[in-house]
């Protein structure tokens, strides 16, 4: 039986690469073994991770990922700074 390899990206709060060896593979899922000899079987990708045929495709999915972050980030800080100038802006209706 040959050995394959994927790439697992885990992108939580630090993301990190590692290479995972699998058992089969279907066109959304991986199996591989785990510490117990069982076969498991995981989503290709999901919101936090992804697995990938090379670490450099890895690599540029944490790319694009962060840079999602990041933009969704700048859309959140200009709405935010809208609002705070808007409380900023608030007067009494009562202050004479």
Do not use: C
Not at 19 to 46: F, L, P, W
Not at 75 to 90: A, D, H, Q, S, Y
Request: glycine content about 4%; cysteine-free.
């Amino acid at each position: 039986m040959n050995t394959k390899y994927k790439y697992l990206l885990e992108f939580y709060h630090r993301p990190t690469i590692h290479k995972v060896e699998i058992s089969r593979e279907t066109t959304v899922s991986v199996m591989y073994m785990d510490e117990d000899g069982k076969e498991r079987k995981a989503s290709k990708t999901s919101r936090h991770h992804s697995y990938h045929d090379t670490w450099d495709e890895a690599r540029d999915r944490a790319l694009v990922m962060a840079d999602e972050r990041v933009a969704h980030a700048r859309r959140t800080l200009e709405v935010e700074t809208g609002r705070l100038g808007n409380i900023k802006g608030m007067k009494n209706p009562e202050a004479a």
